[in-house]
């Protein structure tokens, strides 16, 4: 017994010693890959602002990459977020990136910038949607992230309408998996007597509020991390909201994951000043109007048809220059400087149509789907 004992202490500390051995490597090729990217910064000469060192194309490529390398056994999710981090810091050493987003602080919009930018950047929560567009309009801040769509709810109308009074474009996507929770200081269900949500949150858990709390009263608030806010002294209710939320305001999950489609997703854009180069998987989003009349949706739509450029949403909303009228926003396939989009795109606008780029960006870099697993209903 003695023996086997020392036998097994001392393959642990072999394995330790290879550990120890291969964490001094990672750390010295980390803070090599730094300077490297220090030096591409130097390349570029002084630039004004941390915003011009910052290259999304590039950043796309890069994960790309990883995701097609990954073998496990870390998650694509896992190995992502690390190389996430790890590019973070780095673009950081020039200067951290002023990230605005649809707050306040414990928002899945909150979330979403830390899965696309990482966690070394300064992401400044704002109260409204409009807020959002104006700082980063006004360089307060260098990119902002605001909510677009749900998988389940559909268009957030009010982000579309921001774009038909400015001219910030579209820089990216985040797509994230949207997971519910059941925050509360009570020990069970039966003391509860309201639960507070953003108006979709309640509504993407009709089903689950309905089976458990059916008698209970549903109060909307302007988010989830208010939701969460409301409840840290108030143990007769709920909030549904996010992990982080839990943990920012100080409220225990009483139930996980339960929003009613296990594949809840909300996508989010990410906005900025300027276009940026193809990266070679690519998503344009235009807003495209014309004259009046039989056949415009047509006229407007068919050179992308011809031109087999993909569509993959369209949306109609008034356009604000007279009753009735109406403009698309409409998302395809493709960079808006390459083809076959960069020839239907010119055709386009000799035919009378009105075309406006939102933004050429890359398309949202997700982790492969993998067998599904199950979904725990107690916390």
């Not at 002084?46 to 796309?60: G, M, Q, S």
């Not at 939102?358 to 492969?368: E, F, I, N, Q, T």
Request: glycine content about 8%; proline content about 5%; overall charge negative.
């Amino acid at each position: 017994m003695g023996d086997s004992s020392k036998n097994g202490d001392s393959a642990l500390a072999a394995v330790r010693e290879q550990i120890d051995a291969l964490d001094e490597q990672i750390q010295a090729l980390i803070n090599q890959r730094a300077e490297l990217a220090f030096a591409v910064g130097e390349s570029k000469g002084k630039l004004p602002n941390a915003v011009d060192y910052y290259r999304p194309e590039r950043e796309a490529q890069v994960l790309r990459a990883v995701l097609d390398r990954n073998q496990g056994p870390l998650s694509d999710a896992e190995i992502l977020r690390l190389f996430r981090e790890i590019m973070s810091a780095c673009l950081a050493r020039q200067e951290p990136l002023k990230i605005a987003y649809l707050g306040p602080e414990g928002t899945f919009t909150q979330q979403a910038v830390h899965q696309h930018f990482g966690h070394s950047v300064k992401a400044l929560g704002h109260p409204a949607i409009d807020t959002v567009f104006e700082q980063v309009q006004g360089a307060e801040a260098d990119f902002g992230v605001v909510p677009i769509e749900n998988s389940t709810q559909g268009i957030v109308s009010h982000t579309l309408d921001e774009f038909l009074d400015s001219d910030l474009k579209i820089c990216g996507e985040v797509e994230m998996r949207i997971h519910h929770n059941l925050l509360t200081h009570a020990s069970g269900l039966a003391g509860l007597e309201r639960v507070y949500g953003h108006h979709q949150s309640l509504s993407q858990c009709r089903s689950w509020l309905r089976r458990h709390l059916n008698e209970v009263e549903l109060l909307p608030v302007s988010s989830n991390a208010e939701a969460a806010r409301r409840v840290r002294n108030a143990p007769e209710a709920a909030a549904i909201a996010s992990l982080m939320a839990a943990e920012i305001y100080g409220v225990p999950v009483l139930f996980s994951n339960i929003e009613d489609n296990p594949d809840n997703t909300t996508r989010f854009l990410v906005i900025g000043r300027q276009l940026f180069s193809p990266s070679g998987a690519d998503k344009t989003s235009l807003l495209l109007t014309g004259d009046e009349g039989p056949g415009l949706l047509y006229r407007l739509l068919e050179p992308l048809a011809r031109h087999e450029v993909n569509l993959n949403r369209i949306e109609s909303r008034p356009s604000r220059l007279g009753r009735w009228k109406y403009v698309f926003f409409v998302d395809v396939d493709g960079h808006a400087q390459e083809e076959p989009l960069s020839s239907a795109l010119q055709e386009l606008e000799g035919t009378g149509g009105q075309v406006r780029i939102l933004g050429s960006y890359p398309k949202a870099v997700m982790a492969r789907q993998r067998k599904p697993e199950s979904r725990p209903d107690r916390a």
